[in-house]
């Protein structure tokens, strides 16, 4: 069982900058391939970046492109979202998600709700115009 504990987030103005960060126990956590995902006022969850399990392969949405980047540091079981030039529209629940271990999933895969075993409480994220 995997648990995963997030922090950050917070209240920032429209093109500042936050860094989320989840913390996952256990001994297997450079072998999750990790997302985030976002939920917004009135909107349903929607896929915002991963990350493969081997941490060469990114991925995002067309909307954090260019703004937001994923990265993990196995050593210390974290995975972190750096959000950048942040915008209104980026408010959201912000969560992290980990599927099972010592599986491989398509990038494709990745960005959907399916392959995720694991999900952290929640942040949220605030951002006024």
């Known amino acids: 069982q995997v648990q995963l504990v997030q922090s950050g987030g917070g209240l920032v103005q429209a093109g500042g900058s936050l860094r989320l960060s989840c913390a996952a126990s256990?001994?297997?956590?450079?072998?999750?391939?990790m997302g985030w995902f976002r939920q917004g006022p009135g909107k349903e969850r929607e896929f915002v970046a991963a990350?493969?399990?081997?941490?060469?392969?990114?991925y995002y949405a067309d909307s954090v492109k260019g703004r937001f980047t994923i990265f993990r540091d196995n050593a210390k079981n974290t995975v972190y979202l750096q959000m950048n030039s942040l915008r209104p529209e980026d408010t959201a629940v912000y969560y992290c998600?980990?599927?099972?271990?010592?599986?491989?999933?398509?990038?494709?895969?990745?960005?959907?709700?399916?392959?995720?075993?694991?999900w952290g409480q929640g942040t949220q994220v605030t951002v006024s115009s």
């Open positions: 998600a980990a599927t099972r271990p010592f599986t491989y999933y398509s990038g494709t895969f990745l960005k959907t709700p399916d392959p995720y075993n694991y």
């Open positions: 990350i493969a399990w081997s941490g060469g392969n990114t």
């Open positions: 256990g001994r297997t956590f450079s072998m999750h391939g």
